[in-house]
């Protein structure tokens, strides 16, 4: 593997001459999420949770879906990354065996425990943003933001603007913390074991700092016209809805929106083909170039 090069173009040279094996592991790993996330997905074409009617099906199967992923994803991603290693030349063992999927999973759980605490600050913000926004009644809503608005001294403007700020802030939080277990997920912790993949990860954390960021922050561009394209999307439908003339009350409104997913079928066959198109095709390059900084060896 010719560590010299761009980590992009190395992930090209892989995904055009190994582009059968490539396709199987999105293939693979696409499927394991739609297994972890079925829940969530009958959840949004059902309308219901299982064969039980709620007011908040999505919010259930979310919450079923979190342990599957943690069971499926999360393991399966190291497992993913040791093919990844296999495609960039290296030598790994990512054979799919009772053994290797407890120590992955052991891996998995270090890497969420790492991250637990600013992760845990996002999901209490998205849980208190639904309680307050789906679970409440509408004028206790807009109490609500009335009164986050009141901490900085201003009304319901201020109060949608320090929402959306913690929102982001938590977001980006979680992110950051998300982001420094990739290291972690590339190591062989078969073969080194627990404590020594963390210990390298962390050197090379700081080695290839620069280099690690760069190539996050170039995927993140590639990521950002599928991301726009689906708001796109959703927001054509939401300004086609009815306003009520205050920003407070539309405020609401879109939210529980967003939250409910009461999206008509068009708008989300629309979304999900604008996925398939600017997201799938790229998701190989984008996984296969961090994986190409994250294995280098010097």
């Given at each position: 593997m010719?560590?010299?090069?761009?980590?992009?173009?190395?992930?090209a040279r892989v995904y055009a001459g190994q582009t059968g094996q490539v396709l199987g592991l999105l293939m693979f790993q696409v499927l394991v999420r739609l297994v972890a996330f079925a829940p969530l997905v009958y959840a949004i074409v059902s309308g219901r949770f299982l064969w039980m009617r709620s007011e908040h099906p999505l919010a259930l199967g979310f919450?079923?879906?979190l342990p599957l992923y943690v069971l499926?994803?999360?393991?399966?991603?190291?497992?993913a990354a040791a093919r990844k290693a296999q495609l960039h030349g290296q030598n790994r063992d990512s054979r799919l065996t009772p053994a290797n999927y407890f120590a992955w999973l052991?891996?998995?759980?270090?890497?969420?425990?790492a991250a637990l605490p600013f992760l845990a600050l996002f999901w209490g913000f998205v849980a208190a943003f639904y309680y307050y926004m789906r679970v409440l009644p509408f004028n206790d809503s807009l109490l609500a933001i009335q009164q986050a608005g009141q901490l900085v001294g201003g009304d319901y403007p201020a109060g949608i603007v320090l929402i959306a700020l913690v929102g982001l802030l938590s977001l980006v939080l979680a992110a950051l913390a998300w982001k420094r277990g990739l290291a972690f997920e590339h190591q062989d912790v078969l073969a080194l074991g627990y404590q020594t993949a963390w210990r390298q990860a962390a050197q090379l954390r700081k080695r290839?700092?620069?280099r690690i960021n760069r190539t996050v922050l170039l995927n993140a561009l590639l990521c950002l016209p599928a991301i726009l394209g689906v708001l796109a999307v959703l927001a054509v439908y939401m300004i086609g809805q009815?306003?009520?003339g205050m920003l407070a009350l539309d405020?609401?409104?879109?939210?529980?929106?967003?939250?409910?997913?009461?999206f008509p079928t068009g708008?989300?066959?629309?979304?999900?083909?604008?996925?398939l198109v600017l997201w799938l095709p790229l998701l190989p390059l984008r996984k296969l170039a961090l994986a190409a900084v994250l294995l280098e060896t010097n």
């Open positions: 010719n560590q010299s090069s761009a980590p992009h173009k190395r992930a919450l079923a879906s499926l994803v999360m393991p399966l991603r190291f497992q052991a891996a998995a759980l270090l890497r969420l425990l290839r700092k620069r009815p306003r009520l405020f609401v409104n879109a939210a529980g929106l967003l939250l409910s997913f009461s708008t989300l066959v629309t979304a999900l083909i604008v996925m």
